[in-house]
């Protein structure tokens, strides 16, 4: 069964302009969330779809946005991007309510 | 405000010895707690968790152990190994009935286990 897929690996992009990440879930999961990891904040939820529609939302800009599409891959859009948004973008899935959720390896970003 | 606290940024041990990984949190609506390892440039991979009615949960060398009254739950890793080596994430959940959660996680311990 193959893992959580996340495209791409590695993204440099200028201040100012936007970036789509995508994450590909386990085959049958439908839960899918999305992780911001900084060095100095830690793993922050930025937010949690299930059946195409945002269930919960952390803490963060409207910069940041989010879709899952109906086969429950989903994407993450941040616009106006800003030095600070520089991180780790990961991505997870969950078969169900109360079960683990399983990472993909993440997305590089890099704001330039 | 850091609900889920892990104050020990690294922590280091020799090969066969006991490893013993700390958190704290403050929230006392958490009702479920997960431990993630990390490798660089890896996504974090489920490592063992419990639930707030037990107080201690096992999976061969990995044992956690929940302490409701003081909000503390610590991962014991015995014998430790140099592969443990890694960063330890401890994550709260709110597995409300019906709802969708969201992990919380705490800040990280690096663990290396020398040989």
């Known amino acids: 069964k193959a893992g959580v897929t996340q495209t791409p690996r590695y993204l440099i992009k200028t201040r100012g302009q936007q970036v789509t990440l995508s994450c590909s879930p386990i085959?049958?999961?439908?839960?899918v969330s999305w992780y911001q990891q900084t060095p100095g904040q830690g793993l922050q939820f930025l937010f949690e779809y299930f059946s195409e529609t945002q269930r919960n939302k952390g803490n963060f800009p409207g910069r940041f946005s989010g879709r899952q599409f109906s086969n429950s891959r989903s994407e993450m859009n941040v616009s106006t991007l800003e030095l600070g948004d520089s991180a780790l973008y990961l991505c997870?899935?969950?078969?169900?309510?109360?079960?683990?959720?399983?990472f993909g390896q993440g997305t590089r970003l890099t704001v330039v | 405000d850091q609900q889920v606290k892990q104050n020990s940024p690294s922590l280091s041990v020799q090969e066969g010895r006991i490893s013993i990984l700390n958190c704290d949190y403050t929230?006392?609506?958490?009702?479920?707690f997960l431990w993630y390892k990390k490798y660089p440039a890896e996504g974090p991979t489920f490592l063992i968790s419990i639930s707030s009615i037990k107080d201690k949960n096992e999976d061969g060398r990995f044992t956690v152990f929940l302490n409701k009254s003081a909000k503390h739950l610590s991962l014991h890793i015995v014998p430790s190994q140099p592969g443990d080596s890694a960063v330890y994430f401890c994550a709260a959940d709110l597995r409300t009935q019906g709802g969708s959660e969201k992990l919380v996680f705490g800040k990280g311990t690096k663990l290396t286990v020398n040989p």
């Open positions: 929230n006392s609506m958490f009702d479920y």
């Open positions: 085959s049958g999961h439908r839960s």
């Open positions: 997870a899935s969950k078969g169900s309510l109360n079960t683990e959720a399983f």
